[in-house]
């Protein structure tokens, strides 16, 4: 365990083997930072407000997070959490293994997130949302929750598994992506989805299998399902999964 | 009074009865903070710079300003005032009672605002924004003032009393958004705007009376004005008043 | 010098004459800060990662470093940075003169960036982009680089001297846009551009030559190119250059 002389750490706090924390960081009463995990500087752990009931905030072991962000009360992530910087977590978000989420990302808390979901930098996770499993989420895009705001409706986004969301679009209230779907760039997405279908446009408009949208690496093979051709940062389980998924659809 | 023991407050800084100041937090020379506000952590109040003259940042009683927080000397803040994280204000910005600015919003200052205005996160107020009263801005809206970047001429915009402005929605320079207006989400409005109407798109066109659109919490009453439905949060003498508002209207 | 007490600055840092280091400031080992320069509290430079290979980060003379800014190691600023409050900057980026990078933009590293280039608050600049001299970019605009995430495939945007991205606009993988070129705001721009032209819209069109746009300062000339009229903070040196050209076309 390395704690920096001017880190602020509650007593209370549990705290794992081999963790690191940094300067300036303040890690309050209600939390419990599995093994091996690094939390960088000036980061505030288990901010307390009216709507966590002292529940814990729970850091998954072997996780990294990044300086300057901010995690409230009673949520808890799985094992391999990693962070850019300048993240905010509100309260009761509950996320599977190996969540990475980029700088200046803001989930909004009361989430549902699988395993294995990536979201890029200044993404913003509306109260609500529903995300599975090897989900992504790209730059400035906005998962919302309210169709006529303000109001007390709250109809937070599905997002399933293996669909991906592409740079500053907006997934209005509601809205269920299904498996596999690609949502363009600058879209503005509302409504049910197919499977495995591409939609852009603002607002968006089905244009066709994700599938026709070819490689540019030379190979010109299907960019979706990603999975058949991106695999970096998975576990050597998963990519097994993946190949054998391909010979058995062969 | 309750300060940090790491907090660096300057003795010049002028700091009401019961005020929490947070752990790392800075309070420049010029600086009032009037009674029961708490300013969390990693704050820095009253920065200085050549525009701000020396004159002084005041912030209201029984403001909650949230963690990693930036005010410029020379704007002031009436009563209840309530941040998100990380928001940065700059000098001369004049702000009625209960302004919420949610995280990660940047006022870049020279603004005026009104009473009760609340954003959602990531706002971006453009220097000479005129907002009203009542307004509601969502996240990763941008209030923007230069009709051709870059130049030296600020046409700021002006939102009137009541308009609602929906996610990642850019509001062009010089553009009115007259009162009770919803702007719908991913839209670029410019121009001119008549009350109580609907405008969507990019470029945003009009699309009829707001109150159209109607309420999903199974009453299908119209969702605008919303002040007919929403009273969240507000004081018990505005809630009466728009009450008094319906009755009048019958 | 003048290093505030709180600072934590390496021994190894070298730090040239007459720099401010703010409080709660961290320079770590691998930094060299050139003279006449000002780094505000919370900073943190010379963040490591496996990326770096040790290389330095190196801030030019009569720089500006506002609070809250993180830098890695391994890029290169030349003389006279000004950033705004809570910027991020990754490993591998090489900068020309006088850059100025609004509050809250993300440069992701591995990029290159030429002389007195300036981004207003909440730019996205993705992994090797490449961008002329005196380029500017507005608020919320994002330089893409995948033209389908996720895979391995590194398509940097190139933009040329003098262009101008308003607000709120993506600009797609592998994009050039051409010298003098300006996209309209919130628009999403692809493929190749021709010189001086205006494109917008979502997906964005040609709309004829950028002078078209007039000035609303009352002269009507046109508002592009903006070096015509626009000259606040640039060295005389550079004016005189401008100036030169106008002679010499007329």
């Known amino acids: 365990m390395s704690i920096h002389s001017t880190a602020i750490v509650s007593e209370k706090a549990k705290i794992g083997e081999n963790v690191t924390i940094g300067a300036y960081t303040i890690v309050h009463d209600n939390v419990v930072i599995h093994s091996n995990t690094i939390i960088e500087s000036y980061c505030e752990l288990g901010v307390s407000n009216q709507l966590s009931q002292g529940a814990k905030l729970i850091i998954g072991a072997e996780s990294h997070i990044r300086s300057r962000s901010t995690f409230y009360e009673a949520s808890t992530f799985g094992r391999g959490l990693v962070t850019g910087h300048n993240v905010t977590v509100r309260e009761k978000t509950i996320v599977g293994v190996n969540f990475q989420l980029g700088t200046l990302s803001d989930v909004q808390g009361h989430c549902k997130i699988g395993d294995f979901v990536r979201t890029h930098s200044n993404v913003h996770i509306g109260q609500h949302s ?47 992506i299904a498996e596999g779907v690609f949502i363009g760039a600058h879209s503005c997405i509302g409504g049910s989805t197919e499977k495995d279908m591409l939609y852009s446009g603002s607002p968006a408009k089905k244009i066709g299998l994700a599938s026709k949208i070819k490689l540019k690496d030379g190979t010109k093979k299907p960019a979706y399902p990603w999975r058949k051709h991106f695999h970096r940062g998975y576990p050597q389980e998963v990519i097994e999964q993946w190949n054998n998924e391909q010979l058995n659809n062969v």
């Open 130 to 176: 529903n995300i599975g499993n090897f989900v992504w989420i790209f730059p400035y895009v906005v998962l919302t929750n309210d169709p006529h705001p303000p109001s007390s409706v709250m109809q937070g986004v599905t997002i399933e598994d293996y669909a991906v969301i592409a740079t500053m679009s907006v997934v209005l209230p509601g809205s269920k």
